[in-house]
């Protein structure tokens, strides 16, 4: 119960990534993946992939911005759920999709733009799935957070490869790279270093108001 | 010298069933004469008895490819008047209202007409044709059409010798087509063929599917067909059609000129930027299968682009 308690925002994020890979067997069990299954369980593991991405993103921001401390462990398990998703959707293109018809692939990879970023994308998260675990951490040291960094790459490059595969009608791409586009923004070293020095002085007038109050805080004695 | 794979050995039921294909091949041949759908395809001789487009036996198309279940052709649906979600499609257009119709005819005729649409249904009659369908996003389907041939519309209203192309346009009804009501696209949806592909007598104006009226999701009451082009070149529920002297834009060449062209012919070595366009998933099927040049009606429409470079003229 204690653990719970203590650890309830992690098994909340551990829930809720599992729960997309449920209802895709749910409904792959009950037949309800549309007439065109491959397409959908691709665009399914696609789509959950960004989403997860983003919110393992959106941790920081969150503990720059309202001081959210107790989100930032979850950044490996939601970016771990979200290597895991890509996995499912490139095993999807590659062997329910194309059967391993390597020319096909080719062709696809050489051809398609948007499977070219997205190739990348998996390409450039692929070393950080891989050096995710303290071990790798301590091992790499000041050199594991630079590495990580590449996902300030590769998330627009997702983004890209979602904009670039929808037919006509980019808004829900675009939608996509705004939430991207303000996280890397508030990453910029500049912005976040005002952000916290806007924070401190308010944290500092906050706790000196009220200082300030206490001899006050009731007339009447 | 070559030996045969095991996997190249066709197995016996899909032998058999191609057999008892050939078999009634032979007799629809005498039928596809009294049709005239396809009388120079057939005429060639007794063996190897030559395909048929359009006829349909024992529920595959004269490729001997398997119909596609009737559910997927009237539950999967791009009709983006209704709803880019293509299962969304059905519900949404169950109570569009497909009677009274009329199709007005015009432009550059000498016998300009608006038709009733029991009129159209009256004065041609009704043929089956088994069509493969290639949507552009990369999926098939085979659907047993009923229509009739649009040159015999077009000949009723005749063409002037200054009319080039035809301009199909559907009906414009946001109350009735939610997705009129997105302004992202230049509706209504028009769509065009140069008069001479109009004419070619695999083009049909389609009235029907599986032996029934067509459905609202299907493009209801009346809707091009034409199985050589991509899927988006047959545009549903026809109100005015038009013969004109310059190519009509249509909604997808505006919303996508570098991917979308006029002819939209079904070509594998034009390639896409999405869609692989050298193979295809046929619903229902799990794996994909190569793309045929013009979708396999090769022998009847290739003719018409003799000279052409197709790389260009997308």
Same mark, same amino acid.
């Given at each position: 119960?204690?653990?719970?308690? =203590? ?16 209802? *895709? ?39 720059l ?32 999709d194309?059967?391993?018809?390597l ?16 190739f990348? @994308? ?10 995710s675990?303290?071990?790798w ?12 960094k *590449? ?8 983004? *890209? ?5 929808? =037919?006509a009608?980019?808004?829900?791409? *675009? ?10 923004? $508030? ?12 924070r ?10 009220? @200082? ?10 | ?10 197995p ?11 078999r ?44 596609t @279940? ?22 949404l257009?169950r ?25 159209? $249904? ?23 059409w ?8 077009l ?9 080039k ?27 065009? $063929?140069?008069?001479d ?8 104006? @389609?009235?029907?599917?599986y ?17 050589? =082009?991509?899927?988006f ?42 869609w ?9 099927d ?8 013009f979708?396999g ?14 790389r260009?003229?997308?």
């Amino acid at each position: 119960m204690l653990y719970l308690r =203590k650890n309830w925002l992690r098994m909340l994020a551990h829930v809720g990534a599992l729960i997309p890979l449920a209802i *895709l067997l749910w409904d792959a069990h009950l037949d309800r993946l549309t007439f065109n299954p491959i397409q959908e369980i691709t665009f399914r593991t696609g789509k959950t992939a960004l989403v997860l991405l983003v919110l393992s993103l959106v941790c920081t921001p969150l503990n720059l911005l309202l001081g959210l401390k107790q989100v930032l462990p979850l950044r490996r398990p939601l970016g771990l759920y979200a290597f895991f998703y890509v996995c499912l959707h490139l095993l999807t293109f590659v062997y329910l999709d194309y059967g391993f018809d390597l020319g096909l692939i080719r062709e696809a990879i050489v051809e398609k733009r948007y499977v070219l970023v997205g190739f990348s @994308a998996f390409l450039l998260v692929l070393p950080l799935a891989i050096t995710s675990t303290k071990g790798w951490q301590r091992r790499l040291g000041k050199r594991w957070k630079s590495l990580h960094k *590449l996902v300030y790459l590769a998330a627009p490059l997702a983004v *890209l490869h979602f904009l670039w595969l929808v =037919k006509a009608d980019i808004r829900e791409p *675009l939608a996509y790279g705004a939430v991207v586009a303000t996280i890397l923004i $508030l990453r910029t070293p500049a912005i976040r270093r005002s952000i916290t020095r806007f924070r401190q002085r308010r944290q500092q007038a906050a706790t000196s108001t009220t @200082a300030a109050r206490v001899p006050h805080s009731d007339p009447r004695s | 010298m070559s030996s045969i794979r095991s996997s190249e050995i066709t197995p016996e039921h899909i032998y058999l069933s191609r057999r008892s294909f050939m078999r009634s091949v032979g007799t629809l041949v005498a039928g596809a004469f009294v049709l005239n759908a396809c009388g120079e395809a057939a005429s060639t001789g007794p063996a190897p008895t030559p395909p048929v487009p359009g006829t349909t036996t024992a529920g595959t198309d004269e490729l001997s490819d398997p119909l596609t @279940a009737f559910e997927a052709v009237i539950g999967y649906n791009n009709y983006y008047e209704f709803s880019t979600d293509k299962e969304a499609v059905a519900p949404l257009s169950r109570d569009f209202t497909t009677s009274p119709w009329t199709v007005e005819v015009g432009g550059l005729v000498n016998k300009p007409k608006t038709y009733a649409m029991e009129d159209l $249904l009256q004065r041609f009659p009704q043929e089956e044709r088994v069509y493969r369908l290639r949507c552009v996003e990369g999926w098939s389907m085979v659907i047993p059409w009923m229509g009739f041939p649009i040159n015999k519309l077009l000949n009723e209203v005749e063409p002037t010798s200054k009319a080039k192309y035809v301009r199909f346009e559907t009906v414009e009804r946001p109350e009735e087509m939610p997705g009129q009501k997105d302004g992202y696209y230049r509706w209504p949806y028009v769509e065009g $063929l140069r008069l001479d592909e109009a004419m070619n007598d695999l083009a049909i104006l @389609a009235t029907g599917l599986y032996g029934k009226a067509l459905l609202p999701q299907n493009g209801a009451p009346l809707r091009l067909t034409v199985p050589w =082009k991509y899927g988006f070149k047959s545009i549903k529920s026809i109100v005015k059609i038009d013969l004109v002297e310059e190519p009509p834009t249509s909604l997808w060449m505006a919303a996508g000129p570098s991917e979308y062209g006029f002819y939209a012919n079904v070509n594998p070595d034009v390639p896409h930027p999405r869609w692989s366009q050298s193979s295809e998933r046929r619903i229902g099927d799990s794996g994909r299968r190569p793309t045929l040049l013009f979708n396999g009606y090769s022998d009847q429409v290739a003719g018409l682009y003799s000279g052409m470079d197709l790389r260009t003229n997308y």
